[in-house]
C-alpha cells in the first residue's frame, strides 16, 4: 500500500468551528489531492497540490483552504465548518496527470 | 468508507462465475481510466488501469476494456471471491490534467 496517512480518522465538531485534516505521505509523490466523498456523488475534487506552497481550486473548493509546506504534509482546513461538510475526506497522491491516483483511508468528519 | 454503498447499482454474482462492471465516462477527451475497488471503511484501491491507445488491458484475474466509440469502460473479474465484494468505481483524467472524474461505482456481491 502506497504510505499515505490521514488523520485524524474520525472528527466529530460543531458547526462554527474551524477543523484541520492532515495529510502525511512517505512515497515522495509531487502531486495532493483531497477529495470528499458523499452518497450519490463520485469523488469530488476539493483542493489539490502540484508542489511545495502550490495549490489549485477544485470544483467543490468553497469554504475549504489547504496548505502544503513540505513536500510529505498536505493541510485541509475548514475555516468555519458547517453541516453540510460533514462527510468522508480523502486524501490522494500521484506522481503526475496521467498516472494513478492513490488514496488515505479516509476521515469520517461530522459536523453537528 | 461507510458513505459508499447507498443507493449504488448492485450486481451479484456467485463465486467463481465472472463478474463484468460496467462504466460510461463522460468526457471525449479522457484518454487515461483507472478501475478502483472501495471496501467499507476504507479508502479507493488502485487496481488497473489503460490508456486510450489501447482496447484491453489484462491483469491479474481483471480485465479493462476500452470503447471509446461509445465512451464505456468495463472491468471484468475472472473467478469471482467473496474477497471482491466491495464497490466498484471507474476514473477518467485527460493528458495534461490534473483533474480526474469519477463515477459514483457499483456494487459487487459474492454469494456463496
Known amino acids: 500500500d502506497a504510505g499515505i496517512t490521514q488523520s485524524p480518522r474520525h472528527k466529530v465538531t460543531e458547526t462554527g468551528t474551524p477543523v484541520t485534516l492532515r495529510c502525511h505521505q512517505t512515497e515522495n509523490h509531487r502531486y495532493m489531492y483531497w477529495y470528499r466523498q458523499d452518497p450519490g456523488h463520485g469523488l469530488r475534487l476539493i483542493h489539490y497540490s502540484y508542489g511545495v506552497k502550490d495549490t489549485d481550486k477544485g470544483e467543490v473548493s468553497d469554504g475549504y483552504s489547504v496548505s502544503r509546506s513540505k513536500t510529505e504534509d498536505f493541510l485541509l482546513t475548514l475555516e468555519s465548518a458547517t453541516s453540510s461538510q460533514t462527510s468522508v475526506y480523502f486524501c490522494?497522491?500521484?506522481?503526475?496527470?496521467?498516472?494513478?491516483?492513490?488514496f488515505g483511508d479516509g476521515t469520517r468528519l461530522s459536523i453537528l | 468508507g461507510e458513505n459508499v454503498g447507498l443507493h449504488l447499482p448492485t450486481l451479484s454474482v456467485q463465486e467463481g462465475d465472472n463478474s463484468i462492471i460496467n462504466c460510461a465516462y463522460s468526457?471525449?477527451?479522457?484518454?487515461?481510466f483507472i478501475w478502483y475497488k472501495q471496501e467499507s471503511g476504507k479508502g479507493p484501491q488502485f487496481i488497473i488501469d489503460?490508456?486510450?491507445?489501447?482496447d484491453k488491458r489484462q491483469g491479474q484475474r481483471v480485465t479493462v476494456l476500452l470503447n471509446k466509440t461509445v465512451k464505456h469502460l468495463s472491468l471484468q473479474i475472472a473467478a469471482t471471491q467473496p474477497g471482491d465484494s466491495a464497490v466498484y468505481f471507474c476514473?477518467?483524467?485527460?493528458?495534461?490534467?490534473?483533474?480526474?472524474?469519477f463515477g459514483t461505482g457499483t456494487r459487487l456481491k459474492v454469494l456463496a
Open positions: 468526457n471525449s477527451a479522457s484518454d487515461y
Open positions: 489503460i490508456r486510450s491507445n489501447m
Open positions: 476514473a477518467e483524467n485527460v493528458v495534461g490534467t490534473y483533474k480526474y472524474i
Open positions: 490522494a497522491i500521484s506522481v503526475g496527470s496521467n498516472q494513478p491516483q492513490h
